[in-house]
């Protein structure tokens, strides 16, 4: 069974990092796009990286430069190193995928990004 979970999220301090897990089971990372979504209080989810089969990367205008996704050597995680956090980075960060012909997402981790 194809799952997604998220985990590494919490509160950081602006200008602060936190590295994000999102752990699959039931497919082959490798073989699928991976993404990384956000959705903060009263606005829509949106895109904020992605990696593809290849290995290729692209990223929100918004984060390019402070975050980093990447796919672990055994290939069953993708991480989301992020960097210089600011408050407006806060939101509840979901990983995605469509392997196996289904849109799935993992139930998310908060990130607060707050003095």
């Known amino acids: 069974q194809l799952q997604l979970v998220e985990s590494g999220g919490g509160l950081v301090q602006p200008g602060g990092s936190l590295r994000l897990s999102c752990a699959a089971s039931?497919?082959?990372?490798?073989?699928?796009?991976i993404g990384w979504f956000r959705q903060a209080p009263g606005k829509q989810r949106e895109l904020v990286a992605r990696?593809?089969?290849?290995?290729?990367?692209n990223y929100a205008d918004s984060v390019k430069g402070r975050f980093t996704i990447s796919r672990t050597r055994a290939k069953d995680a993708v991480y989301l190193q992020m960097n210089s956090l600011k408050p407006e980075d806060t939101a509840v960060y979901y990983c995605?995928?469509?392997?196996?012909?289904?849109?799935?997402w993992g139930q998310g981790t908060q990130v607060t990004v707050s003095s």
């Open positions: 995605n995928t469509d392997a196996l012909g289904v849109d799935s």
């Open positions: 039931g497919f082959r990372l490798d073989y699928y796009v």
């Open positions: 990696i593809f089969t290849s290995g290729f990367t």
